[in-house]
C-alpha cells in the first residue's frame, strides 16, 4: 500500500489487513481440523470447531466495521478504494469456512 500523508489512514488500511490476516489463519486452522475430525470421525472435537466458530465470526464483523469506517471517514478514491473493496473481497474466505461448517454439522449428524 501507498503511503498517505495522514499515517492514521495508513494504520487503519494496516489494522483491517491485520486482522483479514488473522482470520484467513484462524479460517485455515479450523479447515484442517475439520478435515482432521472428519477423517477421524471424531464427534468431540467436530463440536469444539463448531464452537470456535464465534471467533472467525467476531473478526469478519470488525473487519466489516473498520472497513466501512475507513470508507465513511476517509472516502477513498482510485486506488485506494480498490485496496479497501479487495479486503472486503478478500473477507469471503469466512464464507468459505461456513461451508465447511455445514458439512462437518451435517456429517455429525449421519
Do not use: C
Amino acid at each position: 500500500m501507498s503511503e498517505h500523508i495522514v499515517s492514521s489512514y495508513d494504520e487503519q488500511l494496516d489494522l483491517i489487513n491485520s486482522t483479514l490476516i488473522k482470520m484467513g489463519g484462524l479460517v485455515e486452522t479450523q479447515l484442517h481440523n475439520s478435515l482432521v475430525a472428519l477423517g477421524d470421525k471424531d464427534t468431540a472435537f467436530a463440536e469444539e470447531i463448531i464452537r470456535d466458530d464465534n471467533k472467525i465470526d467476531a473478526l469478519e464483523k470488525e473487519i466489516d466495521a473498520l472497513t466501512y469506517k475507513v470508507i465513511a471517514m476517509r472516502q477513498p478514491l482510485a486506488n485506494d478504494l480498490r485496496t479497501v473493496y479487495q479486503l472486503l473481497v478478500l473477507q469471503t474466505i469466512s464464507r468459505e469456512w461456513v461451508i465447511t461448517l455445514l458439512i462437518l454439522q451435517r456429517e455429525l449428524r449421519m
